[in-house]
């Protein structure tokens, strides 16, 4: 334990020495998918789409990006029964992607890690070779998107066909990224997930349960002030 | 292996000895904190905390979630439960306010999100936290809410990510996916772990 003492304070030491420079760090609560079942609950619809190209990334100015392509439905493999922009075969559509923002790579101190394990440009690199793709979506309705008359879905997983019937995830986070599955069990998941409808658009009903307040000991509760 | 390298037998046997000898004591060693600092000017001002730690909510915007704001109050009850100095809830952009939580549209799979600034020896300003309002992937479990909270407010203290793995000593929200984390662990506050660093990393002195 002393040991590790001594080399931590050392490496403090190291890293602080002539470095009194600002630095900028971001955390992300991120979803981590491991299973086409918890794609399909977190998805209006799963869909074939010839998608056209990956376009520029529009920061947000605090570390993320979208980036945005058209794309044509081949096929719809399933959506939800209150997906707000109903889709059909053939339908032209902006599909978005949330990605870290490249352009914050020199500013964040902690950018390696969440390209790491969340979507990157490397990750969207790979699809652009491949137009037919399978892609997971989220509606956006309130999204104004311009010259389309559906408009925007944000792409929560884009995965490209492989031969045999099989899928690769490609733009996903977590560890599904990089995994390949039957497309039958795509269809399956999806088309079960999809029966209800969005959970995050159910009303809100009755009040959540939740625990009172613990108390803190001697400590003082939290209060409002002023 | 250097070609020029001999070692001789009696040497050798020493250093197999000792190889075992390490491993023996490293296996029967307590598990040692696995918390990690953000950096050192990654904290709270320590000369300005005797008012508390202030949450600003801010409650005007139309993303504004009355659930998530208690999820961040439970979070903080569960913070100062275990340490001081202790949260508490301060009127948004007053002069008490050291942490700002608000509301933005972060895409269906971002739950929330930490931005920060460090400076030499303290924040050079508030962290802001956004909770992600149009996130699907959390929805229906207050559990993963209160989880994300308790993260970003651990980051606050100057807490970096945990990466031990399971739900055992040294172990804690503070990893990096701290949703599965509370999936696996189902843990309702900080464990012992992230405690030990947020009061290590309070404490620090400039």
């Known amino acids: 334990m002393v040991v590790f003492a001594v080399l931590g304070s050392m490496l403090l030491l190291l890293g602080s020495c002539g470095n009194s420079d600002e630095t900028v760090g971001l955390d992300l609560a991120r979803a981590s998918f491991r299973t086409t079942g918890q794609l399909a609950r977190s998805s209006d619809a799963v869909v074939i789409a010839d998608l056209k190209g990956i376009g520029p990334t529009e920061g947000d100015g605090a570390g993320l990006a979208m980036t945005s392509s058209q794309a044509v439905i081949v096929e719809v493999i399933s959506q939800r029964p209150d997906n707000p922009i109903f889709l059909s075969e053939g339908d032209r559509i902006s599909v978005a992607v949330v990605l870290i923002d490249p352009k914050f790579a020199d500013k964040l101190v902690n950018y390696d890690e969440l390209a790491a394990d969340f979507i990157g440009v490397r990750d969207l690199a790979k699809v652009q070779g491949n137009t037919e793709v399978v892609l997971y979506l989220v509606a956006r309705p309130e999204v104004q998107v311009q010259n389309n008359r559906i408009g925007l879905f944000e792409a929560i997983a884009i995965a490209t066909t492989e031969e045999g019937e099989q899928i690769t995830f490609d733009a996903v986070p977590g560890p599904i990224d990089d995994t390949t599955v039957d497309v039958s069990t795509v269809v399956d998941t999806a088309t079960t997930a999809h029966d209800e409808p969005a959970p995050w658009r159910e009303d809100e009903g009755e009040p959540v349960e939740i625990e009172p307040i613990p108390a803190s000991g001697s400590r003082p509760p939290l209060a409002e002030d002023e | ?206």
């Open chain 2, 1 to 206: 292996m250097v070609a020029g390298c001999v070692v001789d037998r009696t040497t050798r046997r020493l250093l197999v000895a000792a190889l075992v000898l390490l491993s023996v004591t490293a296996a029967y060693l307590p598990v040692s904190d696995a918390w990690t600092s953000i950096g050192t000017g990654c904290r709270y001002d320590p000369k300005n905390d005797d008012d508390g730690l202030g949450l600003g909510f801010n409650t005007g915007g139309s993303l504004y979630d009355a659930d998530e704001r208690l999820k961040v109050e439970h979070a903080a009850s569960s913070w100062n439960a275990a340490m001081v100095p202790n949260f508490t809830v301060v009127t948004w952009g007053s002069s008490k306010q050291d942490l700002k939580v608000t509301w933005a549209n972060l895409g269906a799979s971002i739950g929330g999100r930490l931005s920060y600034t460090c400076g030499s020896n303290h924040w050079t300003q508030d962290p802001t936290f956004s909770f992600g309002a149009n996130a699907t992937y959390y929805v229906a479990s207050a559990g993963r809410r209160k989880a994300i909270a308790i993260h970003e407010l651990g980051h606050s203290y100057g807490l970096h990510h945990n990466s031990t793995a399971g739900c055992g000593a040294g172990a804690g929200l503070m990893a990096s996916n701290a949703v599965g984390k509370y999936d696996l662990c189902l843990w309702s506050g900080p464990t012992a772990d992230d405690v030990t660093g947020a009061t290590t990393r309070h404490n620090a002195g400039s």
